[in-house]
């Protein structure tokens, strides 16, 4: 009796540090996450670039065209770890798909689905993470439209 009661004391204690562990990794991945997209609030510069970018990625400069590109990838790579810890059953489904919707949407508006449309060859060795990502593109809303801040048009 005495090997039961420790057997499931062990497995209690494995899965409530599974747990910490989980929630440890998304903390620090949300933390890393929100000084990325803060940027865009803390700096006019990049933010009109990322705006222009998303209206019109081709018409940019092509310095701003590598600046938005940095932005982008750094999310996109983000997007990428996310789908991976998804995938692997380590990631709350609801969180995934907020964060994998926005990227989504951001790509689905005119000049992100441009730059996405040469970009995701840098995702050739996960084609899984580029279906996954066209399909949520195809069925979501450009950003632009659902919050029109984003868009440079009328400027």
Known sequence: FAVVVT????????R???INTVATAMDSWLADYNATVLELTR???????YRRGLTNFDGLAPNDQLRFHGWMIAHLLNA????????????????ANQVLGFNAAMLKATGGYAWWQSAKLVFEANPEFVEYMDKMIHDSTPITKTWPWFSSEGE
């Open 7 to 14: 057997l499931f004391y062990l497995a209690r204690q494995l």
């Open 16 to 18: 409530q540090q599974n």
């Open 43 to 49: 700096d006019s510069e990049v933010a009109f670039i």
């Open 80 to 95: 990428e770890n996310m789908h991976l810890k998804l995938t692997q059953g380590i990631l709350e489904v609801v969180i």
